[in-house]
T-cell receptor, first 113, second 114 residues
Framework: KAGVTQTPRYLIKTRGQQVTLSCSPISGHRSVSWYQQTPGQGLQFLFEYFSETQRNKGNFPGRFSGRQFSNSRSEMNVSTLELGDSALYLC????????????FGEGSWLTVV | DQQVKQNSPSLSVQEGRISILNCDYTNSMFDYFLWYKKYPAEGPTFLIS?????DKNEDGRFTVFLNKSAKHLSLHIVPSQPGDSAVYFC?????????????FGKGTHLIIQP
């Protein structure tokens, strides 16, 4: 079956702009989580959604937000972009919540200039 | 404070030999551990996991060992193949699942030499 799909794969934004990233989980998976990967900090947890509700949130400022739709698809939004937001944003899905094993998409590469 | 540490940023192993990747953790609430493999420009791929009620889990060429008293786990790859060259991430979660998501180590770059 199809894996986790993320769009767009690559994007360039200017400081101060906002960005929305999209994620379609594996068919039948109802939990979606988001991670940020940077060279210095590694993989860091952003938030997790299940049944359209945010269940957990990592240690990121309020500029980072997300939502989940009734079909389990998810979006994350970053407002007022800063240079330090340049990273690989990874979406992962699991069959249930809490889900021990998560499966990642290929990620969205965001560059802020 | 890093709760999951992979102290070797890189590891070079000859093809056909055993690769051993190590991971240490500090949070005694962690009870589920996973290894992911990542190629450049791709998302991490789930490899193998282990629950704290076990001390070993095997899947083909991959075996994960867990030493709870030492808060240490390791991934053994036997025999190592060129396609195993990638970055390997160790991850952990607390009881009941990812209440705060998975906590990842910073990765070990495994290089398999011909």
């Amino acid at each position: 079956k199809a894996g986790v799909t993320q769009t767009p794969r690559y994007l360039i934004k200017t400081r101060g702009q906002q960005v929305t990233l999209s994620c379609s989980p594996i068919s039948g998976h109802r939990s979606v989580s988001w991670y940020q990967q940077t060279p210095g900090q590694g993989l860091q947890f952003l938030f997790e959604y299940f049944s359209e509700t945010q269940r957990n949130k990592g240690n990121f400022p309020g500029r980072f937000s997300g939502r989940q739709f009734s079909n389990s698809r998810s979006e994350m939004n970053v407002s007022t972009l800063e240079l330090g937001d340049s990273a690989l944003y990874l979406c992962a899905s699991s069959a249930s919540w809490p889900g021990n094993t998560i499966y990642f998409g290929e990620g969205s590469w965001l560059t802020v200039v | 404070d890093q709760q999951v540490k992979q102290n070797s940023p890189s590891l070079s192993v000859q093809e056909g030999r055993i690769s051993i990747l190590n991971c240490d953790y500090t949070n005694s609430m962690f009870d589920y551990f996973l290894w992911y493999k990542k190629y450049p420009a791709e998302g991490p791929t789930f490899l193998i996991s282990i629950s704290s009620i076990k001390d070993k889990n095997e899947d083909g060429r991959f075996t994960v060992f867990l030493n709870k008293s030492a808060k240490h786990l390791s991934l053994h790859i036997v025999p190592s193949q060129p396609g195993d060259s990638a970055v390997y991430f160790c991850a952990a979660s607390e009881a009941g699942g990812g209440a705060d998501g998975l906590t990842f180590g910073k990765g070990t770059h495994l290089i398999i030499q011909p």
